[in-house]
């Protein structure tokens, strides 16, 4: 039963900060690359952040760089986004999706095996 998890969303204002969390069961990142896409109401689903599963390269969005900051804890079997300077129009439901595969890089626009179900950011005052 392979799955991941993703948890820490929920409500804070604009500034402030959150850390999501990407928990995998039934198997080990260690062998996959990692994403965090994020789709608004009406909107298309987009790519925000993806680390890869050699070297531990990183790849960002435009609108996110210098603000999130993506890792890993291999020990926990866990991939953290850490969301600091939020914004409104970062208001989405965040999704962690798997690659497998060994990668130097990390990439949006290929297929990822298995997405989580995701969890609520709402930033707003």
């Known amino acids: 039963q392979l799955r991941v998890v993703e948890s820490g969303g929920g409500l804070v204002q604009p500034g402030g900060s959150l850390r999501l969390s990407c928990a995998a069961s039934?198997?080990?990142?260690?062998?996959?690359?990692i994403g965090w896409f994020r789709q608004a109401p009406g909107k298309e689903r987009e790519g925000v952040s993806c680390?890869?599963?050699?070297?531990?390269?990183?790849t960002y969005a435009d609108g996110v760089k210098g603000r999130f900051t993506i890792s890993r804890d291999n020990a926990k079997n866990t991939v953290y986004l850490q969301m600091n300077s939020l914004k409104p129009e970062d208001t989405a439901v965040y999704y962690c999706?798997?690659?497998?595969?060994?990668?130097?890089?990390?990439?949006?626009?290929?297929?990822?095996?298995?997405w989580g179900q995701g969890t609520q950011v709402t930033v707003s005052s």
């Open positions: 999706a798997v690659q497998h595969g060994l990668f130097r890089r990390c990439v949006f626009r290929t297929q990822y095996d298995y």
């Open positions: 680390i890869s599963s050699l070297n531990d390269s990183t």
């Open positions: 039934g198997f080990t990142l260690d062998y996959y690359n």
